[in-house]
Every structure is written in C-alpha cells, then in structure tokens.
C-alpha cells in the first residue's frame, strides 16, 4: 500500500493511497464493467508452494473487461517508467493466469492510471501502445 499526501484539485492536502485512485477511476469511467482489484496474475506451481510464492507473485491493481477486450491497470501515484515494465509483464501473465482461460483470446489493453502528469513518461506509454489516464480525485 502507497500513502502519499497530494493536493487534490487544489482544495486541501489530504492523504491517498494508490487504491483509492483506482476505486475511484473505476466507479467512476467503468462502473458496469466485469472488474477484479489487487490481481494476482501468473501461476502458483501448487499448494504446498503458495506461501513462499506470494512473495514473487505479481499483482495488477485492476482487471476488467469492457467491450470484449481485457484492461490492465497499474496505478501510480507518481508515474515512473517502471510502470511500464510492469504492465508488459502483466499482459505476458496474464495468458498464464488459469482464473482468466476464458479471456485469453481477447485483446488486452494496458493503462497507466495516474493522478500526475508526467509527459515523459506519457510520451514512453505513447510508444509503447499503453495508454496513460491521469486522473485525480474529487472531494
């Protein structure tokens, strides 16, 4: 979990965690959406493995399918370009993840969810074909 203090829309500091930027984007833009949270994406080689694998395991921050195509979201607060590299490796584990078989063959997009505009990396995700959302929370 990420805290950090950000002021939203001008009006006061107040304290956000990466979640809340997602909960929020999606209620508001998805809110009809097929939608799963904190993701786990990949495979977990058993039972008697599941604990020391949730420390390497990868977590998306949302999942959802809209229009007959999968959307990966990676939040961040403050974007780096290592979020990048994070949502390709998700889309790769994501055709690995046996709780999404039926999605496999749907197109999947990746999306920066943001709530600070960095054109660097907006020109990086550009590149990249992600598409970047910079959005910030309403009081």
């Not at 977990?44 to 399918?65: Q, S």
């Not at 999968?70 to 390709?88: F, M, T």
């Amino acid at each position: 979990m990420v805290l950090h203090s950000l002021r939203v829309q001008g009006i006061s500091t107040m304290v956000i965690k990466e979640s809340d930027l997602v909960n929020k984007w999606l209620w508001e833009f998805h809110p009809t959406s097929i939608q799963w949270r904190r993701v786990r994406l990949g495979i977990v080689p058993g039972k008697e493995m599941a604990k020391e694998y949730m420390v390497i395991l990868r977590w998306a921050d949302a999942v959802f399918i809209e229009d007959g195509q999968v959307n990966i979201v990676e939040a961040k607060l403050r974007p780096d370009a290592g979020a990048i590299g994070q949502l390709e490796h998700y889309k790769m584990l994501f055709g690995r993840t046996p709780e999404f078989s039926q999605y496999w063959l749907y197109p999947i997009n990746l999306i920066l969810l943001t709530s600070y505009m960095d054109l660097e990396i907006v020109e990086l995700c550009s590149q990249k074909g992600i598409r970047y959302e910079f959005y910030q929370i309403k009081e």
